[in-house]
């Protein structure tokens, strides 16, 4: 008879908390619940949060009655820790603290993620993992080069749902992940938006840092020269806010809350929909970038995340993209099941964790100080 497993799933987000209990393949509970940015800011630093995840974490054990003495693992979201190789990792106290410490240059609640599997780790003795962490790094090198000598660009994307959602339309179209071209767009209370190169993410907006269209809590890329200006009576806190949880809609709505937002486009807000449309036209743009990236050569465009929900987000970006290749909308995500079914390998001996190695999987190029 086939063992049972039963894996605990945790995965922290800008805008939510979403835990899962699977049995081997099968998701017994999953519960997900929204936070307005508003709520959060109102914690502080995202690493004051943790209280209140656990809490979360805590009711949701109680009611479905979970004891953690029949958990066999637990699966966590991986955040800014030294960006490292895709795969399956092991969480160890290195990891908790440089992740803490957003050593990996993301500030975003993907870092409560393996903070929250480390206290039942170290309470109860559980094998705790996480899979394919925001700081992925599989960059081409044209991709890392900026305009300023020895500062490199550093990936943050959605790598966890992005990659797994490309190994589903791969399999759909009878290939593997590892022989297709695709641009996959993640859009959510974050947007990512990556090239992947068979089977590689080659280039990408590091979304948890500002960059790219501007989001549900995000304010996207803006000219230095702007922030100087407009921005320079602002603090590194707030502005750090402003890219990671206070900007974006939440800065023009003064919340987060897409339902909301969405419902005064859908009763033609003027403003609403403006702002609304603006950010759709943005993610097209980037869209267009990474089809730049691929020298055009795309099997898919494959659409993601919370916000697919909104019928008009697949069509505007249609309209904008259809000539570079097909899309497809996958609503929702798959990081729960991507978590639970590679910490299920490991459990069967079927996958070997990787090592977290305490250090960058790139460390510069060779002739940096030629």
Request: glycine share 8%; with cysteine.
């Amino acid at each position: 008879m086939k063992k049972q497993y039963h894996i605990l799933v945790l995965n922290p987000g800008s805008t939510s908390t979403k835990l899962s209990l699977f049995e081997n393949e099968a998701r017994v509970y999953e519960e997900n619940l929204f936070h307005d940015s508003a709520e959060l800011l109102a914690l502080g630093d995202i690493n004051r949060q943790l209280p209140y995840r656990m809490h979360i974490l805590d009711t949701f054990l109680k009611k479905h009655h979970i004891a953690l003495t029949t958990i066999d693992a637990i699966a966590a979201r991986g955040g800014p820790c030294q960006p490292l190789a895709s795969g399956i990792y092991m969480i160890n106290r290195q990891m908790v603290n440089d992740t803490r410490n957003h050593i990996g240059g993301l500030y975003h609640a993907s870092m409560l993620g393996v903070q929250m599997a480390f206290i039942l780790h170290t309470r109860y003795a559980i094998p705790a993992y996480t899979v394919d962490p925001t700081v992925v790094d599989e960059y081409c090198d044209l991709a890392r080069i900026t305009g300023i000598k020895d500062i490199y660009r550093q990936p943050a994307s959605h790598v966890l749902n992005t990659k797994e959602v490309a190994r589903r339309h791969a399999a759909l179209m009878g290939k593997k992940y590892e022989e297709c071209r695709f641009i996959v767009c993640h859009i959510d209370g974050g947007i990512t938006i990556s090239a992947h190169d068979h089977g590689r993410m080659i280039d990408g907006n590091n979304g948890g840092g500002g960059e790219g269209p501007f989001t549900p809590t995000r304010m996207g890329s803006m000219a230095i020269t702007t922030i100087l200006q407009k921005m320079h009576t602002v603090s590194a806190d707030t502005l750090q806010a402003l890219c990671t949880e206070a900007g974006g809609l939440s800065s023009w709505f003064k919340t987060s809350n897409t339902d909301q937002i969405h419902a005064m486009v859908e009763q033609h807000d003027a403003q609403a929909v403006r702002i609304w449309n603006a950010m759709l036209y943005q993610i097209a743009k980037w869209i267009g970038a990474m089809a730049v990236a691929l020298h055009g050569h795309v099997d898919a465009i494959l659409l993601t995340g919370g916000l697919l929900r909104f019928k008009d987000i697949e069509q505007t970006l249609a309209d904008y993209c259809a000539w570079i290749a097909p899309l497809t909308s996958y609503p929702g995500e798959f990081e729960q099941e991507a978590l639970a079914l590679r910490t299920l390998l490991v459990l069967q001996h079927k996958l070997r964790p990787l090592h977290y190695t305490y250090r960058p999987v790139w460390t510069g190029f060779k002739n940096d100080n030629c």
